[in-house]
């Protein structure tokens, strides 16, 4: 099965109107499922992984913080295949998601950074 599938977790519904209809044109190859909170967002990485190829989620969220989520995912086999990015507006980097307990954190962005590194991260040339 390919792995065509984008999961994508914001709290905020403008910014996540506007990075999701951004995906949607960079990317029309992948399926996007969206989420609002964190919690929804862990219930369905509880579910069918498959067809998942990449996670995107923002760290500050209503129920579940997105770096909590990627640090309890990380450490499970089930999870490997899938590429997880950690989105925020803070100063947080990797080697400081990394000695929080996120080990083997795939990507941190800041928000203000371009599609263009989420393309290259997904190989994909722009």
């Not at 960079?26 to 996007?32: A, K, V």
């Not at 909170?37 to 219930?43: A, F, I, W, Y």
């Not at 969220?61 to 590429?83: A, F, H, N, S, T």
């Amino acid at each position: 099965m390919e792995r065509n599938l984008i999961l994508y977790a914001e709290h905020s519904s403008k910014i996540r109107k506007s990075f999701s209809s951004c995906l949607k044109e960079l990317f029309p190859e992948y399926e996007l499922e969206l989420f609002s909170d964190g919690n929804s967002l862990k219930s369905r990485l509880m579910g069918e992984l498959e067809k998942i190829s990449l996670v995107i989620t923002d760290d500050s969220m209503p129920g579940e913080w997105g770096l909590k989520i990627v640090k309890d995912c990380l450490p499970d086999e089930k999870y490997k295949p899938i590429k997880f990015i950690l989105l925020s507006t803070s100063a947080l980097s990797v080697e400081e998601a990394n000695k929080n307990g996120a080990l083997g954190i795939s990507k941190f962005y800041n928000r203000k950074k371009t599609f263009g590194m989420i393309g290259d991260y997904l190989n994909r040339k722009k």
